[in-house]
């Protein structure tokens, strides 16, 4: 597709669906920002499909009708409006830190290890700012305003990001893109409104409608006690317990968490569940077993009847954290290997950039480039100057060089496979060089310069949607701006109302009440060296990683059923997870397509699955505004 058909692209970026993304910010944002706290989500999925609908429905009341643009801007920016987290959430859980007794439970060098929380994380322990529960004072503005500058590096060093491999991701070396397709047939359904079509969809969000209310409703209405079905997984370790120790054996509830498979390959989901079972299960339960010298800290804290989370929380720490350091870099390692041809003819590629006119409508190269080094060096000076101590090439190396490798791996991996890197890559990789190092506080292990990449497959992933729906690739980075400007804004509004509203955490939010000990012990635990990062068994991930994705690789030449990529990369999810997306697809493939035919399937796959998720979208707005209109009245006593 060349960008000299600029004719026809056309712009989405209006005053209506700005007015939609104000409106998601206004009426989602509340609901979002008390369901993070609550129960451990986000309204990110009601967001997007209630709006899209309820936008499109409006218009034709009033004798228009929203374009097919408009309805792609609106559909790929409010979710992250109306679902986001604030980043002052952590500034919130920083102000619980400094307060709890937790921290001076722990020391470095003698002194407690709040004394070393630095006043632009959070005011003082002794700061009135604390019992006041508002952001709106003096002692905040420090912690306020190196959180906004960080993200607004952060926000260029990506968007410059996604534009620069938009392009050589769409145009110069087209890549599928898979869930680009899911997508666009949302945003094409609601614009054309073709009758078989709307049937599927309209079918399958009562589908949707039906589970969602029996998975989200019920608890949010009656009481977690109360739920048909259990959230987010039923938990099998009960019962394998007694044959399989350890083993963190489940299936999800989520359909957010596994309906995706109904577009990979059997061969893809079964690759990522079987290196999910090889860790989570058979790891877990022979290091308790058989190899118990592996990790005694995980033997000792290991106890019949954990259920699955504590047990995730558990063997993360003091099992796999060392070894999941390891198959990070292994993983790596093995994918630019496997594909440095491929990635040195798109590198080359990037030179012709410039070409790129009209519809896709990007900046030069050099000004992307220019851009993305501008941001990341000013969060890497800006950071020698906050955490003196850290090792000089560790911000340098992360920031500038590290960023760009995972923008041009990630973008690639999930465009072919419709697979993500997991953060934990580039974290593992900090505390590593950290643990190693002579750093000696609080701020280093927990505050990083700007890490950007991380969002590029998605940018990329909506700039192919944006040509599908022939939108102006550029009118998408404006809403992404837009989407910052407001999130940032009412973010700090909401969460200062929340906790006004009651201090968090208390009943009022019982989620972050059960989390956000664990969140506190582990950051002292960290801080004050008190978790083993075992070189060992980092050598021993590098080495797994490299044989398994080697290994899978020639078997896969010969037939057999592996993805290499897919199999590493699942080693870093649960089995609950894993385990349903493998059903999806093989329900996809093997059942639904011969029912009604495979041609036809493909053809309506996309729609059921939007149907799906819009009825649940449409179910969990419902309950998290009735939720909040029941707790109106509430508040005192805490």
Not at 569 to 591: A, N
Request: positive net charge; hydrophobic residues 55%.
């Amino acid at each position: 597709m060349s960008g000299s058909d600029d004719a026809e692209f056309k712009p989405g970026y209006t005053w209506r669906s700005l007015l939609a993304m104000v409106l998601a910010g206004l009426i989602f944002m509340p609901a979002s920002v008390y369901l993070w706290l609550a129960v451990g989500a986000g309204a990110s999925t009601a967001a997007t499909y209630v709006t899209v609908i309820l936008f499109s429905a409006l218009a034709r009341i009033y004798g228009t009708q929203l374009s097919r643009q408009e309805l792609f801007i609106i559909y790929s920016v409010v979710g992250g409006i109306g679902g986001a987290m604030p980043m002052f959430y952590w500034l919130v859980f920083r102000s619980y830190f400094v307060t709890n007794p937790l921290s001076l439970e722990f020391t470095i060098e003698g002194k407690p290890v709040r004394d070393f929380v630095p006043h632009w994380m959070a005011p003082p322990a002794t700061s009135i700012a604390h019992a006041m529960r508002t952001f709106f004072t003096a002692d905040w503005l420090p912690a306020i305003t190196v959180t906004i500058v960080f993200a607004i590096l952060g926000l260029i060093a990506e968007v410059s990001l996604g534009m620069l491999f938009s392009y050589l991701y769409i145009e110069i070396e087209p890549l599928p893109f898979p869930f680009a397709q899911i997508d666009a047939t949302m945003v094409n359904t609601l614009y054309e409104r073709e009758h078989e079509r709307m049937l599927y969809f309209f079918t399958s969000l009562i589908g949707g409608a039906i589970y969602g209310s029996l998975v989200y409703l019920v608890p949010l209405l009656l009481g977690p006690q109360a739920a048909v079905i259990p959230y987010p997984f039923i938990d099998f370790t009960p019962y394998t317990q007694f044959f399989l120790p350890g083993a963190a054996l489940g299936i999800a509830t989520d359909p957010t968490t596994f309906l995706y498979g109904m577009v990979l390959t059997p061969t893809v989901t079964f690759s990522m569940m079987l290196g999910s079972l090889a860790t989570w299960v058979f790891g877990n339960t022979l290091t308790l077993t058989m190899f118990r010298d592996f990790s005694p800290e995980w033997v000792r804290e290991y106890a019949p009847g954990m259920g699955l989370f504590l047990i995730f929380q558990r063997a993360s720490l003091r099992l796999w954290l060392s070894t999941f350091m390891g198959l990070s870099f292994g993983l790596a390692a093995f994918v630019f290997v496997i594909t440095w041809k491929r990635l040195s003819s798109a590198l080359k590629s990037l030179s012709r950039i410039k070409e790129a006119k009209g519809g896709p409508g990007y900046p030069s190269a050099s000004f992307l480039l220019s851009a993305f080094l501008a941001s990341t060096l000013t969060s890497v000076a800006t950071y020698y100057y906050l955490v003196p101590g850290i090792p000089l090439w560790l911000p340098l190396f992360v920031s500038v060089f590290l960023s760009f490798v995972i923008a041009f791996l990630g973008a690639r991996i999930y465009g072919e496979l419709g697979l993500a890197f997991s953060p934990d890559f580039v974290y593992n990789m900090w505390k590593t060089a950290v643990y190693f190092s002579p750093y000696q506080g609080y701020a280093g292990w927990i505050f990083t310069p700007v890490i950007a990449g991380f969002s590029t497959p998605w940018y990329v992933n909506a700039t192919k949607v944006a040509y599908l729906t022939r939108t102006k690739p550029i009118d998408y980075y404006k809403a992404v701006l837009t989407s910052f400007v407001i999130t940032t804004l009412l973010g700090l509004f909401f969460m200062d109302f929340f906790w006004r509203m009651a201090p968090i955490p208390s009943f009022v939010y019982p989620y972050v009440m059960g989390l956000w000990p664990a969140y506190a012990i582990s950051d002292c635990l960290f801080a004050t060296r008190h978790i083993a990062v075992k070189l060992d068994q980092i050598l021993a991930g590098i080495g797994i990683a490299l044989a398994g994705g080697f290994g899978s690789f020639m078997l896969a030449r010969i037939g057999a059923p592996l993805n290499p990529i897919a199999l590493i990369g699942g080693c870093f999810s649960l089995p609950p997870y894993t385990i349903m997306v493998f059903l999806m697809s093989v329900l996809s493939r093997y059942v639904v397509a011969k029912a009604i035919g495979r041609e036809r399937w493909e053809s309506i796959k996309a729609v059921f699955i939007a149907g799906f998720l819009a009825g649940m979208g449409i179910i969990v707005a419902s309950g998290v505004a009735l939720t909040l209109l029941s707790k109106a009245s509430w508040v005192w006593p805490w």
